[in-house]
């Protein structure tokens, strides 16, 4: 999926995408046209450097907002003038979005279509067209663009994910990873990467999955990742601070590594340098279909998928045990083999995708990692060791975010005081466990008058009276409950009931 960094038409995010190194960018039309005034051409190669693909967007968007008071003629101008300007920057653009202003209506903007570039054209498809016409349109058409907000219909996209895989799909507007996960998306373009300067927002790849925190948790989310923060390279300080360069170039670095994590999810090769992926037909963005020679009357027949065999997932696996037991029917006693699930080392992580590639000690490029985690909790005393060490390694970070604390003037720290919560979760748990007593309950059951009075003496209402003496004049309790018939017994503890 190529993703395009878009707002680079204007000056200052333009020399950062290119400074970062970001190979694909997207500009507006709509937004030049608002900072420049044409007096003298204005070429995309004489503003981006070569190594990096554009994606020309109209920014009709701006034009279909509810409110927006532009004439007819008005917009005949401008979209004149768009036709011009990406003929005479055609070849410098990876891709271009079709002038839809909606004002204009629907058939005045498929009669522009005919003059379309067959291949780096992109028709913008509106919700309120309906679903009929986004098939038609997908049956005459290679590459349509579909919103964020149209999207937001999780009826579409089964459809969507069909189309993927015939014609290629670009989301405009795009700012959800799990969005752009739904279906196999050709490209998007997004300008939510400028919220960290815009919005005071925070954007930082967590190893396995981008965070996003508004501006209102950013000094909790900034401390609670500083260490990651400045492992990679940037200034933590600055950040603190407020620093739009260094905030951007952070949000820039975080949706690289989402980016790239999306696209293998999709299954395709990132590369080492863009990161991003590269479709299996780049020319159409269609996978190749292997054919096979079906003998006549059976040409160009496509071979039927291989079934696959089932495995477990990493980190489980299986173990049998027999397990006995009464049947109900007939009272026998029997036994059956069933398994139990344990979790386990999944040894899936490779060096090479690790987050922690950098420092770790054991790196080796194209190895598996060289650590394991050997933990099996089955008993009670494993339960508490495990508990012990969980309780030993919070209360040292714990005591690490206190001198942080300190350090940095005293001021109470949210994070801290959560950690300490937990702390004294972990700790009450444990208490509970080792307080835990049991339960010791009997059940007699006599049939005789002469019992009765035995038992009333023992445990009843009367058991405070004096006792029914033995032909010694004590009281054996054994004797007792031998003659009632009481055979003797052991004790089973039984593991404290949660109230």
């Not at 029917?329 to 922690?356: I, M, Q, S, W, Y």
Request: proline share 6%; net charge negative.
């Amino acid at each position: 999926m190529i993703f395009y960094f878009a707002g680079a038409e204007i000056p200052s995010h333009r020399a950062l995408l290119a400074a970062e190194h970001i190979p694909h960018v997207g500009m507006s039309y709509m937004g030049l046209r608002r900072r420049v005034k044409f007096s003298k051409p204005w070429t995309i190669e004489d503003h981006y450097p070569p190594e990096q693909s554009v994606f020309l967007d109209s920014g009709c968007h701006t034009l279909n907002r509810p409110g927006v008071e532009v004439t007819e003629e008005e917009i005949r101008d401008i979209a004149d003038h768009y036709d011009q300007f990406v003929e005479a920057n055609i070849d410098h653009v990876q891709a271009y979005t079709e002038f839809d202003a909606l004002t204009m209506g629907r058939d005045w903007i498929e009669a522009r279509r005919q003059h379309l570039h067959p291949e780096k054209a992109i028709v913008v498809w509106h919700e309120e067209w309906g679903i009929d016409t986004l098939k038609q349109i997908a049956d005459r058409y290679p590459y349509i663009a579909v919103g964020q907000g149209t999207c937001g219909d999780r009826d579409i996209i089964p459809l969507l994910r069909s189309l993927s895989r015939t014609i290629r799909l670009h989301g405009m507007g795009f700012s959800s990873p799990p969005l752009m996960l739904s279906a196999d998306w050709y490209s998007v373009s997004s300008t939510t990467w400028l919220s960290a300067a815009q919005h005071g927002e925070t954007f930082i790849w967590a190893g396995t999955e981008l965070k996003r925190y508004p501006a209102r948790y950013k000094t909790q989310a900034r401390k609670r990742h500083r260490t990651l923060i400045t492992g990679a390279g940037f200034d933590a300080d600055r950040i603190d601070a407020d620093d739009a360069t260094e905030n951007l170039r952070l949000s820039l670095w975080s949706w690289q590594h989402q980016i790239g994590h999306i696209s293998q999810r999709h299954g395709k090769p990132v590369t080492a340098t863009t990161g991003t992926a590269t479709s299996p037909n780049e020319e159409t963005g269609t996978a190749a279909v292997a054919v096979i020679d079906g003998g006549p009357g059976n040409e160009g027949a496509t071979a039927p998928p291989a079934e696959r065999v089932k495995k477990l997932l990493p980190g489980i696996e299986t173990e049998q045990f027999t397990h006995r037991y009464t049947d109900p029917d007939t009272g026998e006693r029997k036994t059956r083999t069933e398994h139990r699930v344990n979790a386990v080392d999944p040894g899936v992580r490779v060096c090479d995708g690790c987050f922690l590639a950098q420092k770790c000690p054991e790196y080796q490029p194209g190895e598996s990692c060289a650590y394991e985690i050997p933990v099996r909790v089955r008993t009670k005393e494993q339960y508490i060791s495990l508990l012990d060490s969980m309780i030993s390694m919070q209360a040292m970070r714990v005591f690490s975010m206190r001198m942080s604390e300190e350090v940095e003037g005293g001021y109470a720290d949210p994070n801290l005081s959560s950690e300490m919560d937990r702390l004294a979760k972990y700790v009450k748990l444990k208490a509970d466990i080792e307080e835990a007593g049991f339960t010791f309950s009997m059940k007699m059951e006599s049939k005789g008058s002469a019992e009765v009075g035995l038992i009333s003496r023992l445990f009843g209402a009367q058991a405070e009276g004096p006792p029914a003496l033995s032909p010694a004049g004590t009281v054996s309790a054994e004797n007792a409950l031998s003659q009632m018939g009481v055979v003797d017994a052991e004790i089973v503890e039984e593991p404290a009931r949660k109230e």
